[in-house]
């Protein structure tokens, strides 16, 4: 069993940053990538950025390409995601995942094994 814990969300102004922590627990083996998706009111959740925890090959949709940068802490078995230059079309529900196996991709939500409760964040025009 894995336990994953977010943090780092809230309210910022159009073109401002955030960063969201991803801490996970419970389980002591390697995990193969963990990743972040978000999901907007009257919205399916939709993938944001991967990145495989040997090696750290990041994946990003395209849409935060160049603002989104996510990032890894093996020792503290913690996830980042730094957001900058944010949009409201931003604001979203965020959940950090793990993916336990190599099999499937990083960026398919229904490869992940376990979930964290999601964390808002809130961008205002």
């Known amino acids: 069993q894995v336990q994953l814990v977010e943090s780092g969300g809230g309210l910022v102004q159009a073109g401002g940053s955030l960063r969201l922590s991803c801490a996970a627990s419970g389980r002591t083996i390697s995990y193969y990538a963990m990743g972040w998706f978000r999901q907007a009111p009257g919205k399916e959740r939709e993938f944001v950025a991967a990145i495989r925890w040997s090696g750290g090959t990041t994946y990003y949709r395209d849409s935060v390409k160049g603002r989104f940068t996510i990032s890894r802490d093996n020792a503290k078995n913690t996830v980042y995601l730094l957001m900058n230059s944010l949009k409201p079309e931003d604001t979203a529900v965020y959940y950090c995942?793990?993916?336990?196996?190599?099999?499937?991709?990083?960026?398919?939500?229904?490869?992940?094994?376990?979930w964290g409760q999601g964390t808002q964040v809130t961008v205002s025009p």
């Open positions: 995942a793990t993916k336990l196996n190599v099999a499937g991709s990083p960026i398919v939500e229904n490869d992940y094994d376990y």
